[in-house]
């Protein structure tokens, strides 16, 4: 019985692992066409699966706007995530975009990590497209520095 837990397990971790993969192949055209569409979408389903590279690539794309809409509250929640996961760079992407985000922002990114982590990865949205929570949310406040 053990055994069947144990290949389960090390099968689900080589999807999620292949998945990144293959998102990576998509992204930067490595023996396929440039896709960052598919490449989002992979990246997701690994992030979804606990894999710290899928959450770090996922955040990447939100934090470039490659695949989906440029969107801090998504890219520094799945590098905080990845953090969490034990991704060694995410910390140093997660601290270098947090300088560039109002306190709301970051505070919204922070509940939406939570709510994801708590989830087990299953309710990482905030429920709203994102031209909606930003504008609701994060428009009618200026960055926190003098500039």
């Known amino acids: 019985m053990s055994n069947k837990i144990s290949y ?3 099968e689900r971790q080589f999807e999620y692992h292949a998945q990144n993969r293959l ?14 569409t598919e490449a989002v979408r992979l990246f ?7 894999n710290e590279y899928g ?4 955040a990447r794309m939100y934090k470039d706007g490659k695949g989906v809409e440029e969107d801090k509250v998504y890219a520094y929640m799945w ?15 997660r601290e270098e975009l947090s300088e560039k985000m109002t ?5 919204i990114a922070q ?5 994801c982590l708590d989830s087990d990865y299953k309710k990482c949205e905030s429920g709203l497209p ?16 003098d500039d």
């Open 8 to 10: 389960g397990l090390q």
């Open 23 to 36: 998102g990576v192949s998509y992204k930067n055209g490595q023996g396929v066409i440039i896709n960052y």
């Open 44 to 50: 997701n389903l690994s992030a979804r699966q606990g």
């Open 55 to 58: 959450m770090y690539n996922f």
């Open 79 to 93: 590098f905080n995530l990845a953090d969490e996961a034990g991704h060694s760079s995410a910390k140093d992407e």
């Open 103 to 107: 306190t709301k922002e970051l505070r």
């Open 111 to 115: 509940e939406l990590s939570q709510k």
């Open 130 to 145: 994102n031209f909606l929570h930003r504008k609701l949310n994060l428009s009618s406040e200026e960055h926190d520095d």
